[in-house]
Each structure stands twice: as structure tokens, then as C-alpha cells.
């Protein structure tokens, strides 16, 4: 822990300026809110074109929207959710607000070049939103991007579109690994005196580990990008077989679709965990807090964490048991991928079971972090379906995978991103999200996202198959399937609406809300102790908070208050008993 | 109070909806009735979990609401409740695994019964092929491919000469009898897809992939495209003719072998060998010739018709005009279509054969052509 020595040593650097104050700031929390806002600009972009897919879907030819503009709209939405949404908000949002003030680090290790993380992300966002500007508009390949039909004619996009995304997606691998090494090397190096690992909130192992995932998982999505961008540029054929396109023969020969769809597998069902895992972690947090109680099992919930993080690297063909691969593969996929159902079920048990003789407080974040458990359950329940090998291959391309993975990684994820927006909200302005908005704003969106996915399953069941722009004429879908569509968009539409609720409570708060002060919440974890509410530059003053216990005592017998903080010494209360060793 | 209440309702709710509601799986019409029965296995093992923790949780949110100076009971962790929930959750994945994989295997492994028929995709129609009399398919590449000759046999392979090649959008196949089904695409990826089936498997380009089921029920039915492929793909529509013994022999009968398609080539008129080219090169994947919508305007009753272009003028479907939107489609687009297709550069015969085709689907109204 030598850096903790070291950074109480240092001269605190204070901006003085605007611009490197807000603009070119290095400061984590600063970043944090940067990458916060414009993930959450992305999101709303992502959500606009939902909507107008959505319509397309329940209510044919309602809105002007060729086939084009369809799955242009489906591609975009699927990727600017993952990738610019889901993994910006929870690594280089909550990762950058959270990793240093919760481990008492004065910032981030690397400050520089967290900054430049930001600012490549930007740049990322902004080649991919030039791409709905350029001839022929953004591709349409579908998030997955599979070649070969992501480069060649009768896709939308392949002029320009393509090229963007994939540059697009390699700027982003490069801030996301400058965010991902210094998240890494500040929770490894940078924490405070007496805060060792097994001290540390379940939102930073959640946190931590996702981060080590995406270090891993993505350059297999930068090298396929590459070799798809030459596929394109210059003719070479990685991912490209011999073809007869629209009548003539095309120059590629030799590649192979398959490994493309390996190597973006192998990035993309880590980067499923690496958007589950920080949520996980978050919520583990929000539910400990609201039940006043201390989180049930800790050691398995970190266990479970690097279990399913080392898990989630050997199930990605899992994704592709109807692709044409080695059929034998089959066999091995469904076993890890059920396997990794255990751990998990675990981190279900265990938020569960922390509810159990708990002091529970129906606060807008324990609404969210409640309404998570039931939602994330029905994702990963159906993930079992899809998991199966055999189960999988009648579902499969249809509309319960759909159904599935909006549960699992969309709506799920994002219940825990509010929560703990209403959660963390006043460490960051000093003041309360308003009440009520934020409970009529849970209702709408936890009720509203049930019921557009649990009957979503069903139609999946039936057969209908997701990616299709209209669904005329085919004999075994009958009209209640239609209608039930028209249902869906309805909520969809509604959903997202309630979604500016969330918006006005963000920017009326930071001006009117309920001043906070330090610790509303009456929280035992170090972020609630820094000296200033919002913190300042440096976080803790002139010396680091000297940690003495976990961050979960919760309901200590023979305390007078219900929690006891972090920093508060052994002697002052007893640490509880798997904490004695540390 | 209100939350727990709004928990058990939706449990309620969830259950009741998997029985009472109209969207079930469609009638099984394969042998695949064991997929059905995991997937049944499956929704009992997850709702018994589903159910049980959904309910602990609103009953946890009820019994322990924040009561003014309530406390928490500080229980940091129960080992032997731990490893107890871990153990039945082992037990309840085997009970999903073992099945599972049973089937599976039934799944990859091929009956030596079956027969065996090829499915070829391309943006956006599908075309098949059945080894003929000597059971065995000839070869094909993507080099051998052209008017004539659209899946790419090898001419020179005498196993291919009495390859039967199906005409038409229809596949047909014998009740009760096992098939393999052989999957091939000319350009990207696509999933020969028929639900009642429940197999289904992608094609790919310079691959041959495979799976086989028995058709168990008489009938016609849908074959969907299940692998985006473009922005045709939700009309890449197929279908396959479920049939007893004698109509499947009287289908077969009608249907040319690879060698009478070879030879039958250079004849017959200007209109046969436009309706050949349009049918080998893909025009009809997008361009319908009954009326039907299609991603390009359809033929029928094109030739000689006014057409509304995108940008407000108008223009007459004459030979020029056809010939120009086949050689530089993007010329002139009709207005509520796409600007996708792409430009055929062919030869004058072949252009005057086309537009000749386009003409004789045309009613007696527009002026006939001379052959």
C-alpha cells in the first residue's frame, strides 16, 4: 500500500480554471460525470430508435420507414445499448466515480489518462453518429456486424456505414482499455491504509473484475474489426468465402464466416458479464443499505463475481449452436454455460437472503434494486432455456431470444443504473432526487418493461422470428400475435415516455433538490465520509480515511446506531468474525 | 404492503398467463417431440425457482418492513445454508443437462435411413436439390455457377447428372420419412427455419451444414429464413409440401434432373429464356410475378404501365425504360420502393429476353410481342 504513503505526501494540485476544472479535467469524478452524460445522450438516441422500430413492428407502415432504415435502426440500437450505453455507464461512470472513493484513493492512478479515455470515447461516439450522415446512412448489418452479409450488397450501409461503426468500435477498445488499466491498477495499488481487498464493496469487486474481463475479452473484437475493415477497404478475405452475390462472382475466396463469429463471441458473452458484473456489485450495495442489514455471504458473493467472470470466458459458442459449427461443440457449451448458472443463483440467494430479518426501507433505490431481482430472475431462468443446446435450437432467432436478453442485460442492468443514480446521486450534487417523480418513474418502467418482455417469450415460442421487418403472410402466426405486437409497442412507447420523468428529476434536483448533506442514507461504505459533499478535488482533504472494518455492519448488536462506518475503529466496535483475519 | 401485494400478483399473473394464453408453440408436425418435452421439463424446473423466490422475496418485504426503531439481525453468513442452496441448485441444472443432452445427441446424430435433400439460400429465395436415383449428390462450387447452371454444379461430375432440380419456391417431401437436410448459400448467412419442425440450422457460404428430422403431419408449410441476410430477409420465403408416397412420386416425376436442365438450356423462345434468367439470376427474389408485394415492383401487368418515380415524375414501364432499370437501377426509382438493387450489366440478348419475359406477364391490354 505504498501508494496510500505516497499520495498523503503529495501537494493536492488544484484546477483553478473552467476549463481544467470541467472541460479538461482529470479529476475522476469529473470524467465520471462526463461519461455518465454522454452515455446517457446515447441512450436516449438508442431509445428514440426503439420507438420508431417498435412501431414498425406493432403497427405496420405507421411511420415512413422502409426496410432500410429498419434494420439500420435495429443495428444501431442494439450496439449504441451495449457498447456506447451499457459498458460506458457502468466502467467509465460508476467505475470512475465510485473505484476511488470507495478503496480512499485521492483519484485514479493514471489521471491523465483516464482524461484521454473520455475523450477517445467521445471521438467514438462521434464517428459512429456521423455515420447516420454519410451516403447510404449507418450500417445495417445488425449489432452482431456478421460478415460476410456486413460488407457485401443488399445490406444497408455497406458504402460508408460499416467503415464508422468499425473504426468507431476500435477507438472505443482503446478508451476503454486506458479507462480499464487504470480502474485495475488503482484498486490493485491505491487503496487506503487498512482497506484490504476482502474490505472492499461488492460494487468494486463487481466493478474490478467486469473491468479485468473487458481487458481480455476485447481485443478479440479489435482484431476481428481490423480484419473485417481490411475485408472491406482492401479486398482481403479473413471472414470472406467464395460467393455468388446478386448474380456474379465475387473476388474474396478462402475466409471463413464462422471465425468471425468465434472471435466476436468470445468478446461478446464476457462483455454480457461485463455489464452484469458492476451491476451485480451496485446492487448488492443499494439492497444492503435499504435493508439495513449487512450483505449475506460476502466471501461467496466475491467468489460468485470471479467465478462467473473466469466462467463467462469458456460458454461464448453458446450464441451459435444453430451457426454450423462442429455440431459436437454442443455438448461442452451447454455444460459450462449451465454451470455458470450456479454461481449466479448464488448472488440471487444471497440479495434474498439479506432481505431476511432485515430492516427494509422501500426507498426509490430499493424499488429499483427489488424490481432488478425479479427481473434479472426471469432473465436468467430463460437464459437456461437458450443455454440447453437442444432447448435453444427451436427458440433460437426468435423472438424469446429477444425477450431474453432485453431481461437479462437491458432492462435489468438499467434498473440498477437508476437505482443507483437515486442512490449516489446526492454524494455527487449535494442533494435528494425528488420522491415522488422517482417513484411514479419505478413503477412505469418496472411494470412497463414486464410487460412488454414476459409476453415477449411467448411469441417466441410460437415461432416468430426476431429481425424482421413485417410479418405478412406466414400461415403460422395467427392475429393475436399481432395483436399482442401492437400491445407491446403501446407499453414500449409509454416506457419510454416515463423515461423524461427521470430526465426533468436529474436536472431539477441538481438545482432544487432536497439539500443531502454528507450521509443521507446512513451508509457504512467510505464514500459517504469524505469531508465535503460533493467531494473535492483530492476527495479527502489533507490525509487518507484509515479503513478498520468491511463496509457492511449493518445492525451490529450492542451499537447505538444501526450502522457503524468504515472508519470507525476496532475498539469502538467489534469487527465482525470473517473480517478477524485480515 | 403495496409492493409484496403487486410481487405475488405478478407471480400470479405470470403463471396464469403460460396456461390461459393463445401463444403456445405451434403444432408439432416432426419427430421432434422430445425438444417439446425439455423445453416442457424446462419451464417446470425454472417456474418452481421463479416462483418460490419471487414469493420469499415480497414475503421478506412484508414480515421485515422498517418498523421505527426496528434493527437488522446481523447474520454475516450461514455456510451450511449456503453450500445447501448451492447443492440444489446443482441438482436442478442436472435435471435441465441430462435430458438435454440426451436429445441432443439423437439431434447430431443422423438415422442411416435417412434421405437426403439440399437447401440452397441466397438474398432472398431458396432453391433444392435431391441426389437423384443414385443417392449421392454431384459436387458443386461457386466457380461453376452461372445462368444455366445457378447452383453451381460440376458438369464433368457424373454423380451430378441425375441430381433432380426442384423448380419452383415449393420443396416437397414423404411423410414419416427421415431426412437430412444438406444446407448451403450462394452469398451470406440464412437458417432454413420451418417451425413446426423446431430444427432449424444456418447456411453458410463454401459450407455444407446439416440437420435432419421426420416430417410426421400432411400439409404445407412455411419455410422462414432465420439468420438476418439483408434487408430482403424477412421475405425470403419458402415452403415445403408434406405428402404420402404416391403425390410425392407424381411430384418427383415432373421435376428435371441436373442434365436435362444442361440441355434444355439454349431452347425454347425469347420469353423461356427470360423467364430462365430471371429465375437463375435472382431477380424474382425481389420482384414478384403474381401480384404480390415485393421489395422491387412486381411484373404483373408492369410492361406499358405509368409508374409514379420517387421524385414526383412520372415514366412509362416501355423496353428502354426496363432495360435501364436493370442496367442502372438507380436511375429511376419508383416512388414507396428502396433504392437497393443492384446494377446487372447484361448482354443485349439477354436484356431483350427479359424485357420480352416482363411482357408476357402483362394482360392482353398492353401491345404483344413479336417472336
Redesign the interface.
Known amino acids: 500500500m505504498a501508494y496510500a504513503e505516497d499520495a498523503e505526501h503529495d501537494d493536492l494540485h488544484q484546477p483553478r480554471s473552467f476549463y481544467a476544472k470541467y472541460i479538461w479535467s482529470q479529476d475522476h469524478k469529473v470524467i465520471a460525470i462526463q461519461y455518465s452524460l454522454t452515455a446517457i445522450a446515447m441512450g436516449l438516441v438508442a431509445l428514440v430508435l426503439s420507438a420508431m422500430m417498435r412501431m414498425q413492428i406493432g403497427f405496420p407502415g405507421s411511420i415512413d420507414m ?3 432504415a429498419y ?1 439500420q435502426a435495429m443495428t444501431m440500437h442494439g450496439m449504441i445499448m451495449v457498447i456506447y450505453l451499457l459498458t460506458a455507464l457502468f466502467l467509465g461512470g460508476f467505475g470512475n466515480y465510485l473505484i476511488p472513493l470507495m478503496v480512499g484513493a485521492r483519484d485514479m492512478v493514471f489521471p491523465f489518462v483516464n482524461m484521454l479515455s473520455y475523450w477517445f470515447y467521445l471521438l467514438s461516439v462521434i464517428v459512429l453518429l456521423c455515420s447516420f450522415f454519410v451516403p447510404g446512412g449507418p450500417t ?1 448489418a ?1 449489432w452482431t456486424l ?1 460478415p ?2 456486413a460488407i ?5 450501409g455497406t458504402e460508408w456505414g460499416i467503415i464508422l461503426m468499425l473504426v468507431s468500435l476500435i477507438i472505443f477498445i482503446i478508451a476503454a482499455t486506458m479507462g480499464g488499466l487504470n480502474y485495475v491498477t488503482t484498486v490493485l495499488q491505491a487503496r487506503t491504509h487498512g482497506m484490504t481487498l476482502f474490505r472492499m464493496p461488492l460494487t468494486v469487486w463487481g466493478i474490478f473484475v467486469a473491468t479485468i474481463l473487458a481487458l481480455l475479452a476485447f481485443p478479440a473484437l479489435f482484431v476481428s474489426g481490423i480484419m473485417m475493415l481490411l475485408d472491406k477497404t482492401i479486398g482481403t478475405s479473413f471472414f470472406m ?7 456474379s ?1 465475387l473476388e474474396y475466396q478462402g475466409g471463413s ?2 471465425l468471425f463469429q468465434h472471435l466476436f463471441w468470445f468478446f461478446g458473452h464476457p462483455e454480457v458479464y461485463i455489464v452484469a458484473l458492476p451491476a451485480f456489485g451496485l446492487v448488492s450495495d443499494l439492497i444492503s443499505v435499504h ?4 450483505i ?5 458473493m466475491v467468489w460468485a463475481i470471479v467465478a462467473i467472470g473466469v466462467l463467462s470466458f469458456v460458454v461464448w459458442a453458446h450464441h451459435m449452436y ?3 459449427m462442429n ?2 461443440f ?2 461442452f457449451f ?2 459450462t454455460t ?2 455458470i ?2 454461481p449466479t ?2 448472488k ?3 440479495w ?2 439479506t ?8 426507498s426509490v433505490p430499493m ?1 429499483f434494486a ?1 424490481a432488478f ?2 427481473t434479472f ?2 432473465g436468467g ?2 437464459g ?2 437458450l443455454g ?4 435453444d ?6 423472438y424469446f431470444v429477444v425477450a431474453h436478453f432485453h431481461m437479462v442485460m437491458g432492462v435489468a442492468p438499467i434498473l440498477v443504473v437508476f437505482g443507483a443514480i437515486y442512490h449516489w446521486y446526492p454524494k455527487i450534487t449535494g442533494r435528494m432526487l425528488n420522491d415522488s417523480i422517482g417513484k411514479l418513474h419505478f413503477w412505469i418502467t418496472f ?1 412497463g418493461t ?1 410487460l412488454i418482455y ?2 415477449m417469450h ?2 417466441g ?3 416468430m ?1 426476431r ?10 402466426i ?1 392475429d ?2 399481432h395483436s ?1 405486437n401492437a400491445f407491446i409497442t403501446v407499453v414500449a412507447i409509454l416506457v419510454g415516455i416515463a423515461q423524461l420523468l427521470f430526465l426533468f428529476n436529474l436536472f431539477y434536483s441538481a438545482f432544487r433538490g432536497k439539500p443531502s448533506g454528507g450521509n443521507p442514507w446512513r451508509a457504512a461504505s467510505l464514500e459517504w465520509l469524505t469531508p465535503d459533499t460533493p467531494p473535492k478535488h483530492g476527495n479527502w482533504g489533507p490525509s487518507l480515511p484509515v479503513v478498520h472494518r468491511w463496509a ?1 455492519d ?4 450492542g451499537q447505538a446506531e ?1 450502522f457503524v462506518p468504515q472508519t470507525a475503529s476496532a475498539e469502538l466496535a467489534p469487527v ?3 473480517d478477524k483475519n485480515q | 404492503m403495496a ?1 409484496a401485494i ?2 405475488v400478483a ?1 407471480v400470479v399473473a ?1 403463471v396464469l ?2 396456461f390461459l ?6 403444432p408439432l408436425a416432426s419427430n ?1 417431440g422430445s ?1 417439446d418435452t ?2 416442457t421439463i ?1 419451464f417446470v ?2 417456474a418452481i ?2 416462483v418460490l ?2 414469493l ?2 415480497a414475503y ?2 412484508y414480515k ?4 421505527p426503531g ?9 455456510k451450511k ?2 453450500w445447501w ?2 447443492g440444489i ?2 441438482v436442478g ?1 442436472c435435471g ?2 441430462a435430458p ?2 440426451v ?2 445427441n439423437d ?2 446424430n443422423v438415422p442411416a435411413e435417412a434421405d437426403e435433400f439440399e437447401a440452397v439460400g ?3 429465395r431458396w432453391s433444392y436439390r435431391l441426389p437423384g436415383a443414385d443417392k449421392q449428390f454431384g459436387k458443386s ?3 461453376n ?1 452461372n445462368v444455366d447452371n445457378p447452383l ?1 454444379l460440376d458438369p464433368r461430375d457424373p454423380a451430378g447428372q441425375d441430381d433432380v432440380m426442384v423448380s419452383g419456391h415449393q420443396l416437397h417431401l414423404l411423410l414419416d420419412q427421415p431426412v437430412k437436410a444438406l ?1 448451403r448459400s ?4 440464412h ?1 432454413f ?1 420451418v ?2 419442425f ?10 455444407i ?1 446439416y440437420f435432419w428430422f421426420t416430417p410426421t403431419v400432411l400439409g404445407t ?2 419455410i ?12 425470403m420465403r419458402g415452403q415445403v409440401v408434406v405428402e404420402d408416397r404416391e403425390s410425392y412420386q407424381q411430384w418427383l416425376s415432373e421435376q428435371p434432373t441436373f442434365a436435362q436442365t444442361l440441355t434444355g438450356g439454349t431452347v425454347g423462345g425469347l420469353i423461356a429464356q427470360g423467364e430462365k434468367l430471371a429465375a437463375s ?2 431477380c424474382l427474389a425481389c420482384h414478384s410475378i403474381d401480384g ?2 415485393s ?1 422491387g415492383p412486381g411484373w404483373l401487368d408492369l410492361f406499358g404501365r405509368e409508374e409514379s418515380l420517387h421524385d414526383g415524375t412520372q415514366a412509362i414501364a416501355d423496353a428502354d425504360y426496363l432495360k435501364e432499370s436493370i442496367t442502372d437501377p438507380a436511375a429511376k426509382i419508383v416512388a414507396g ?2 433504392a ?1 438493387m ?1 446494377a ?1 450489366p447484361f448482354s443485349p440478348e439477354q436484356l431483350d429476353s427479359l424485357v420480352a419475359y416482363i411482357q408476357s406477364l402483362s394482360s392482353g391490354d398492353a401491345p404483344t410481342v413479336k417472336e
Not at chain 1, 468 to 476: I, M, N
Request: hydrophobic fraction near 45%.
Open positions: 422502409d426496410s432500410t434494420y445495417g445488425g456478421y460476410p452479409q457485401t450488397s443488399g445490406t444497408p468465402p467464395d460467393m455468388f452475390s446478386f448474380g462472382q464466416p464462422i435493508a439495513r442489514k449487512c449475506f455471504g460476502y466471501r461467496m444453430v451457426s454450423g455440431p459436437y454442443g455438448f451447454a455444460v449451465l454451470v448458472a450456479v443463483a448464488l440471487v440467494y444471497n434474498t437472503l432481505l431476511w430479518h432485515g430492516n427494509i426501507h422501500l424499488l427489488l431481482i425479479v430472475l426471469v431462468l430463460t437456461l432455456f440447453n443446446v437442444v432447448v435450437i427451436p427458440l433460437s432467432d426468435t411494470l414486464y414476459f409476453p411467448y411469441i415460442l410460437q415461432g422470428p429481425r424482421y421487418y413485417l410479418f405478412e403472410d406466414y400461415q403460422f395467427p393475436s400475435a399482442l457492511y449493518y445492525g451490529v448488536p444501526d465482525h468474525e470473517g | 409492493f403487486i410481487l405478478i405470470s398467463f403460460h394464453s393463445p401463444w403456445q408453440a405451434t421432434w425438444i425439455t423445453i424446462t424446473i425454472t425457482f421463479f423466490i419471487v420469499f422475496v421478506c418485504v421485515f418492513r422498517a418498523r426496528g434493527r437488522s439481525k446481523y447474520e454475516p453468513e450461514n445454508l449456503e442452496l448451492i441448485t446443482t441444472i435441465l443437462l438435454g443432452l436429445v441432443y439431434f447430431v441466397e438474398q432472398w462450387s461457386v466457380a455457377m453451381g444446407l450462394k452469398d451470406v448467412l437458417d427455419y417451425p413446426e423446431r430444427a432449424k440450422m444456418d447456411l453458410i457460404p463454401s459450407q451444414t408449410f412455411d422462414l429464413c432465420a439468420e438476418y441476410c439483408g434487408i430482403g430477409h424477412y421475405n439470376r435472382g404480390s408485394s421489395l420502393y428502396p437497393v443492384a446487372y
